[in-house]
């Protein structure tokens, strides 16, 4: 894969994974609206509303043995149920497992608050063994509800593994990614 262009690091996220802003790239406004359209095509392919607001899109790179994250969900506090927000990962390298997701049905896991005590009942759910990945390829996409437990999985490739990273939700909330950040 070619080199991407040297873009800003914004920050290390959970499991050493390095995150790049994509919005100091100037050449990547000439990307973006095709890659939008994209992604909310495969949105409305499968049925969901679409959210109105989209979050600029980030590229994420594990080096190899790094990329191991905690279970964690894509929504903060307090926003948990207020607003669907839908995650979507373009993996583009080769050599890679998919974020892990769970095994059961996700109807076994609502209604929940993201907060400690509404958790602990369902902490048997969130073991490792009960969550999946398949190898992912360039091009592969995984799109999810923020609503959905999931982790990233350790790098075992001889390479970075790179995907990018992309939000949609209803309203221009905070990410994740701030309690993340370690």
Do not use: M, P
């Given at each position: 894969m070619a080199a991407w262009p040297r873009t800003r690091l914004t920050k290390i996220i959970a499991g050493d994974v390095r995150q790049f802003d994509?919005?100091?790239?100037?050449?990547?406004?000439k990307l973006k609206p095709d890659l939008d359209a994209l992604f909310r095509s495969l949105l409305d392919q499968l049925g969901v509303e679409r959210p109105a607001a989209h979050a600029a899109p980030k590229l994420l790179a594990a080096p190899p043995g790094?990329?191991?994250q905690a279970v964690?969900?894509?929504?903060?506090?307090?926003?948990?149920l207020k607003a669907e927000k839908i995650t979507v990962v373009l993996y583009l390298t080769d050599g890679a497992q998919t974020t892990a997701v769970p095994r059961w049905p996700f109807a076994a896991f609502q209604p929940i608050e993201n907060d400690q005590p509404s958790l602990q009942s369902?902490?048997?759910?969130?073991?490792?063994?009960?969550?999946?990945?398949?190898?992912a390829h360039p091009g592969d996409i995984m799109i999810f509800s923020q609503r959905v437990p999931h982790f990233g999985t350790q790098n075992p490739a001889d390479h970075d593994r790179q995907a990018l990273f992309s939000m949609y939700s209803p309203h221009p909330e905070p990410s994740q990614d701030a309690e993340q950040v370690r």
């Open positions: 994509l919005a100091t790239w100037t050449d990547f406004d790094r990329g191991l964690h969900f894509d929504a903060l506090k307090g926003l948990w369902f902490a048997h759910l969130l073991s490792r063994e009960n969550f999946h990945t398949v190898a």
